[in-house]
């Protein structure tokens, strides 16, 4: 009795603070101003609070049915791997596209490389040749000079 009362007071725990951090990530997402800044909400903010709620989730499910519940705890884990690593795709990606920045908040500007802000033209690479599309060569056979 005091094992699953014990448990419903952590689940219910983690669904709380679940529940403000998702709120809190998407208030982010909301009311920061530029691009940058809006990113931190669901890279942050959201992925804890998701990951509390699927972790609350595992817990329960384990403690009433009496088995181990592993889906949750997968999907917890594809979750802090994958948001951080889009996360910083995106900056990479909005740094490459100069996109504006506000220049007023608190501390330096980082000291970029010409290469991380797109300065520079990226070239492309060579186009491919496939081998099954040769041009055709003409059957005629090719003259001799006289």
């Given amino acids: 009795m005091t094992f699953t009362l014990l448990a419903e007071g952590v689940v219910a ?5 679940g529940g403000v951090f998702a709120f809190t990530g998407s208030l ?13 909400g669901p890279t942050k903010g959201t992925t804890l609070g998701i ?11 384990t403690v009433t049915q009496r088995e181990f519940h592993v889906q949750e705890l997968l ?36 000291e970029l490389r010409n290469e991380d802000v797109g ?15 040769t041009r055709r060569r003409s059957l005629k056979k090719p003259r001799l000079p006289h």
């Fill in 75 to 110: 999907i917890t884990l594809f979750l802090f791997i994958t948001a951080p690593v889009t996360g910083h795709m995106l900056a990479k990606t909005g740094l490459h596209m100069h996109l504006r920045f506000i220049t007023g908040t608190r501390g330096s500007l980082p």
């Fill in 119 to 133: 300065q520079n033209r990226v070239a492309r690479p060579a186009k491919a040749r496939h081998p099954w599309r």
């Fill in 13 to 17: 725990f983690l669904l709380v603070a």
């Fill in 51 to 61: 990951g509390c709620i699927l972790i609350a989730s595992m817990l329960y499910f």
């Fill in 28 to 40: 982010g997402m909301l009311q920061l101003k530029d691009f940058f800044m809006r990113l931190h």
